[in-house]
């Protein structure tokens, strides 16, 4: 197999931890004397500006304050988002959250098949550690080759920057790696970096357009709805192997270099045309 490594999201990939965020800032607001509260609405729009320092900035921006005001709150954006992270990494330390359906199988798949970990994330290092470590253990951090989170770059997602630097430090080529995603801001972080891409979307998520992407599947095991989903979308049946991901990887690379010359692939013309999954095969139901 020509897979060399997986590369993962986390909020809304590895788990539906939206939820945990916004209840984090809420409650730093609160903690700072701050009167905002950002409803589950509120916080739907939000999510197009990504990093927690940045969004905290954008709603900022966008209240009606004074110069002075506006300066004074712009330079407390650090403090107030350290006591979120703080709040947020307790939460998900405590457990909260779950793993999504299927994660940790595909981890467990790569590692007995030497094919290497990495994580590409918008969050703070600190909140993609309590995730890791809480429910991989103590080692978890070990088990991933590259941890490319936070500031790490500049421009954050949908800016391809995150996936080039992951690519950087392990040493790989775009093509001989998968992404896993949930949204369309990192699907277009994903595929800006050239890598094929699956995306499970998340309850935040999961309204959004996600043609370009690779692959689409309610989760990783295929049939449940994103966690925490009300009624969430149930795109098409199976589960993702890691055996299945690198045979796609493969048709992809030879359809770019056009050796298919017969017209889409069966895939493609399920992505194309239905803009759902196209049906696994059948042992890997
Ligand atoms: C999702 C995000 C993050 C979190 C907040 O990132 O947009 O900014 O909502 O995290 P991804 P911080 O899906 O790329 O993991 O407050 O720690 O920045
Ligand atoms: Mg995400």
Not at 140 to 166: E, M, N, S, T
Not at 183 to 200: D, E, M, P, Q, R
Request: glycine content about 12%; aromatic content about 4%; proline content about 5%.
């Amino acid at each position: 197999m020509s897979l060399k490594a997986l590369i993962f999201d986390v909020d809304g990939t590895l788990a539906d931890t939206e939820e945990a965020h916004r209840i984090a800032f809420n409650t730093a607001f609160a903690e700072v004397g701050l009167d905002w509260h950002w409803s589950r609405p509120q916080y739907a729009g939000l999510l197009l500006t990504t990093g927690g320092k940045e969004r905290i900035a954008a709603h900022l921006h966008a209240q009606p304050l004074s110069a002075a005001d506006r300066t004074a709150l712009d330079g407390r954006i650090d403090e107030i988002h350290a006591r979120k992270t703080r709040h947020y990494t307790r939460m998900i330390r405590g457990g909260v959250v779950p793993l999504r359906e299927g994660v940790q199988r595909l981890l467990q798949e790569a590692r007995a098949a030497g094919v290497a970990l990495a994580i590409a994330s918008t969050t703070t290092p600190a909140a993609v550690e309590a995730l890791l470590e809480v429910h991989l253990g103590r080692s978890a951090l070990g088990q991933f080759a590259v941890v490319g989170a936070g500031d790490c770059v500049a421009r954050k997602k949908p800016a391809p920057d995150i996936y080039r630097w992951v690519l950087r430090e392990l040493g790989a080529a775009a093509g001989d790696c998968a992404a896993l995603e949930d949204s369309a801001i990192g699907l277009a972080a994903a595929k800006g970096a050239g890598l094929f891409t699956v995306v499970t979307p998340s309850y935040w998520t999961r309204t959004e357009d996600f043609r370009g992407a690779d692959l689409v599947l309610p989760s990783l095991d295929g049939t449940a709805p994103p966690a925490g989903g009300a009624g969430g979308t149930e795109l098409g049946p199976g589960m993702l192997t890691l055996r299945e991901i690198g045979r796609r990887l493969e048709a992809r690379r030879h359809h770019t270099r056009g050796e298919r010359i017969h017209g889409d692939t069966r895939e493609d013309h399920h992505r194309i045309h239905h803009r759902g999954p196209a049906p696994l095969p059948r042992g890997d139901r």
